[in-house]
């Protein structure tokens, strides 16, 4: 999955508006025009379509964190300049507060059946030996399932095709 994808899935889900998406970069330490989150929510073939950089979801993800879970004392955490799949899907995790049986459960609204300590895995340090790279079909089924907890009654564009 690609960052603009997931923004556009993460905005889907919390049914965000630009607003709100530019208060969250805010939030974040970004700030951003309307004009810079409608080019990122474009598709690949607009020609006004600008990439998300992995410093800007990162940023966005850390600002969807204190958005809704509020903010800590003391300085902004650095947001990672290289994202992979399993520390977007933390990031979620954090901002949700979700526990392991609440992400199972989430799986599971998907169709995906996975096992806590295949879960815990994904949420390891790489140097971990019990580490597991999360690979996108998981983290597009995470986000189906918190798309069918959040809008049950949405259907994501993409779903229709």
């Known amino acids: ?27 974040g330490g970004l700030e951003v025009s309307r004009a810079w989150i409608s080019d990122w929510l474009k598709k690949e073939d607009d020609p006004a379509f600008q990439e998300c950089t992995d410093i800007q979801l990162a940023i966005f993800l850390n600002g969807l964190i204190e958005e809704k879970r509020g903010g800590k004392k003391g300085p902004k955490p650095e947001p990672e300049t290289r994202l992979t799949n399993n520390i977007i899907f933390r990031k979620l995790r954090i901002a949700l ?7 199972l459960d989430i799986l599971a609204l998907a169709g995906v059946r996975i096992s806590k300590h295949e879960l815990s895995a994904f949420f390891r340090k790489p140097d971990n030996r019990h580490y597991r790279e999360c690979k996108d079909q998981v983290l ?3 986000l189906k399932g918190l798309q069918l907890k959040y809008r049950p009654t949405g259907i994501w564009p993409s779903d229709t095709e």
């Open 1 to 27: 999955m690609n960052n603009n994808d997931i923004l556009r899935r993460i905005r889907y889900i919390f049914d965000l508006d630009d607003s709100k998406m530019m208060a969250i970069c805010g939030l």
């Open 97 to 103: 507060d979700l526990q392991a049986e609440d992400i």
């Open 140 to 142: 597009r089924n995470f």
